[in-house]
């Protein structure tokens, strides 16, 4: 709540949301949100119960206080890190990128997290993720079986619970259905640099490549950080509102990632009605299945195909926005948090 909005916060925030929301319909006691010694406000916070603990922040509250103050019950950790030692506790972890992706991550960021991961497997902990690909991922970059990572999935209502906010269309002089749409950042896993070739092949037809996104350089390795496609238009990070209007104007969305623990983005364009040309790595089929149309993420020429392809095939196009909308509607946030609700009971004696 305190952090720029990625695929890790999106999580913790929008399940945190739909914890609140099941639980209040079921009649349930909430989860009680444990946070350290800082002001966390804002109309967008959970509707959680909160409790301040601790005197320290960081890694040290994590690790030191937060255990002791979570001893009585079920500790869920949402984003990749968790206490070694205390009672009972969920970690979701949601991918095995810092060691199938070493490359795109600082080695301070990539150090601590392999150290913790590999720690966290000698412990009691229940280990979760977020699709099948990554547990056959982390188990065997753990090297622990299958059957101790379960599985949960994530949501993409959120992008279309906020209206558009058009304006960024005006901004940027975009025209409905005429042009593409990227969502990511230059981490070498996301594979922009491979966009060349589509950005001129658009570039030809007065179509504008549209790039979102920025990179966290403490996370990231800033020297393995790749250059935009060119031509193409970089707009930055945008709000929900802004990617709202972004995903339901464009023509399609591209999604080039070699390696994803999940891939919201692409769920996050066909809820909002817009088709995708994917990158054909399993995670990606799992998740996205007959819904999108898949490309080579190592042949640029490829990706530029699939794209001029939905573009020439209007038919296709309509096709695979109607797919996509049914796909979509299937990931939701109260289900998956129903899920991580399970779990949880299932630790409680």
């Known amino acids: 709540m305190t952090q720029p909005l990625s695929g890790v916060q999106r999580f913790a925030l929008e399940i945190s ?54 001893r009585d019950g079920v500790l869920l950790n949402l984003g990749n890190t968790a206490p070694l030692w205390g009672g009972k506790r969920i970690v979701i972890i949601h991918d095995a990128g810092i060691f199938s992706q070493p490359g795109s991550y600082s080695w301070k960021f990539r150090l601590w997290y392999r150290l913790l991961h590999t720690l966290l497997r000698h412990t009691r902990a229940q ?40 304006t960024i269309l005006t901004r940027h002089g975009l ?103 994917a990158a054909d790595i399993p995670v990606l089929h799992e998740i996205c299945g007959p819904a999108a149309l898949y490309a080579d993420p190592l042949d640029p020429e490829a990706i530029a195909r699939g794209v001029t392809y939905l573009l020439d095939t209007p038919a296709m196009a309509e096709d695979m926005r109607a797919a996509g909308l049914a796909r979509a509607a299937g990931y939701t946030w109260d289900r998956a948090a129903q899920s991580l609700l399970e779990i949880a009971r299932n630790m409680t004696p």
């Open 17 to 70: 949301h739909a914890l609140a929301r099941v639980t209040r319909a079921r009649g349930e006691p909430p989860p009680v949100m444990l946070t350290p010694a800082a002001t966390i406000a804002g109309s967008a916070t959970p509707d959680l119960p909160r409790r301040m603990v601790g005197r320290w922040h960081g890694q040290v509250w994590e690790q030191l206080e937060l255990p002791r103050a979570a």
């Open 127 to 166: 280990l979760v993720t977020v699709s099948e690909f990554s547990r056959t991922e982390l188990s065997r970059y753990l090297r622990i079986p299958p059957g101790r990572i379960a599985v949960m999935s994530e949501g993409a209502e959120h992008i279309t619970r906020v209206p558009p906010d058009t």
């Open 175 to 277: 025209a409905p259905r005429q042009f593409v749409l990227v969502v990511g950042n230059l981490a070498p896993h996301k594979n922009l640099a491979r966009l060349d070739a589509l950005a001129r092949v658009l570039a030809m037809r007065g179509i504008p490549l549209v790039i979102s996104g920025r990179v966290n350089t403490t996370i990231f390795n800033a020297s393995g950080m790749q250059s935009l496609p060119r031509p193409a238009t970089y707009i930055g990070r945008v709000s929900d509102q802004e990617l709202r209007a972004l995903y339901g104007a464009a023509a399609c969305f591209v999604f080039p990632s070699l390696y994803e623990g999940f891939g919201l983005p692409p769920v996050e364009a066909m809820a909002c009605g817009c088709p995708v040309v």
